[in-house]
C-alpha cells in the first residue's frame, strides 16, 4: 500500500506558468520515513501544502494518499490519515496549557470528554511531556513545545505524518530531541509513514528514502547512501552531504581506502577506532 503517491505534478500560485512545482512525481510506502531535502524555495512547503490539500486543487497532475485521489471530496476524509507538523513551535501552541493544547484536536473531532483524558495521558507520555500537561507554554523550550504539538497531532492517529522543518526553529538539544523521538515512534509503529521536509542533511541520512528536489524539479532519489554519494552535484545546488559521507569523500581523495559502510558519526568513529 502506498501511503503517498505524487503523479505528474505541476503548480503555480498565480495560475500562470510560474510553476513552483513541476512535473514531478514520487511515493512513499506505508511504513517508510522518507525526507525531501532542497534549498529554500526549491517548493517543500508547497509540496507538503499541496499533498494536505491545503492549497486547493488548482493544480496538473495526481496526489492520491493511501489509495484515494485527492479531490474536493475526498480531501477531508484523506485528511484524517495525516498529521501535519510546522516549522515554528508557537504558531502551534493553541491551547494555554500543554492539556489543553492536545485536547483541541480532539475536542475538534468531538471525542467525548470521558475518553479524551486518556488520550491526553497516553500521547504527553508518548513525546515525555505528561509531567507538564498542566504548564503553560511560556515556560516551555522549542522543543519541548514541538513535542507537544506532536503529541497533539499523534493524538489524531495519522497514518501519515508530514513534517514541514519541524526541527529548523530548535537549538540542537531540541533538534536531537525531535529526532529520537520521531525514531522512537518508527520504532514502535512499523506502519507510520513519514515524508519529512528538511534542510538538515544530517537528519535526512538517517530516514530510509531521500528526494532532492531543486526549482520544483526532483532532481535525485535514492537510499541515503546513495544521494550522498554524489556530493559534487548537491554542492551545485547548495547542500552539502552529511559530515560523515565529506569526511568519507575527503580521505578517498586522499588515496585512503575508506569502506563504503561509513555513512553516519557512529560509523565513521567505529572505523577510526579500529
Ligand atoms: P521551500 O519550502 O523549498 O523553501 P516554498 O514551497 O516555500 O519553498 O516556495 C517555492 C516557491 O514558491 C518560492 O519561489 C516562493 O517564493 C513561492 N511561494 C511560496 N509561497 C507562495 C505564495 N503564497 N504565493 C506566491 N508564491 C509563493
Not at 500500500?1 to 510553476?19: Q, R
Not at 495525516?82 to 484536536?105: H, K, R, W, Y
Not at 575508506?258 to 577510526?272: F, K, N
Request: aromatic share 6%; with cysteine.
Amino acid at each position: 500500500m502506498k501511503a503517498l503517491e505524487v503523479k505528474g505534478l505541476s503548480f503555480s500560485y498565480s495560475g500562470d506558468d510560474s510553476e513552483v512545482v513541476h512535473d514531478l512525481s514520487f511515493s512513499i510506502e506505508e511504513g517508510e520515513y522518507v525526507s525531501l531535502i532542497g534549498h529554500n524555495g526549491s517548493g517543500k512547503s508547497t509540496l507538503a501544502k499541496l499533498v494536505s490539500g491545503l492549497l486547493g486543487f488548482s493544480y496538473r497532475g495526481e496526489i492520491s494518499v493511501f489509495g484515494t485521489v485527492l479531490d474536493k471530496k475526498s480531501v477531508r476524509a484523506a485528511r484524517r490519515d495525516i498529521g501535519l507538523v510546522f516549522q515554528n513551535p508557537d504558531n502551534q501552541f493553541v491551547g494555554s496549557t500543554v492539556e489543553e493544547d492536545i485536547a483541541f484536536g480532539l475536542e475538534n473531532r468531538e471525542v467525548p470528554r470521558e475518553k479524551m483524558q486518556a488520550i491526553i495521558d497516553e500521547y504527553s507520555e508518548e513525546v515525555g511531556m505528561r509531567d507538564f500537561l498542566k504548564k503553560s507554554p511560556e515556560g516551555l523550550s522549542g522543543g519541548q513545545k514541538q513535542r507537544v504539538a506532536i503529541a497533539g497531532v499523534l493524538a489524531m492517529e495519522p497514518r501519515l505524518l508530514i513534517l514541514d522543518e519541524a526541527t529548523s526553529m530548535l537549538d540542537p538539544s531540541g533538534k536531537s530531541e525531535i529526532l529520537s523521538l520521531i525514531h522512537r515512534l518508527k520504532d514502535k509503529n512499523a506502519s507510520l509513514s513519514i515524508l519529512s521536509i528538511t534542510h538538515d542533511v544530517e537528519e535526512a541520512a538517517k530516514s530510509d528514502r531521500v528526494i532532492v528536489l531543486n526549482a520544483g524539479r526532483k532532481m535525485m532519489e535514492g537510499t541515503p547512501k546513495e544521494v550522498f554519494a554524489r556530493s559534487e552535484e548537491l554542492a551545485s545546488i547548495h547542500l552539502d552531504a552529511p559530515f560523515a559521507y565529506r569526511l568519507a569523500s575527503a580521505l578517498r581523495a586522499e588515496g585512503i581506502e575508506v569502506p563504503s559502510d561509513i555513512v553516519d558519526e557512529e560509523s565513521l568513529a567505529r572505523w577510526i577506532c579500529r
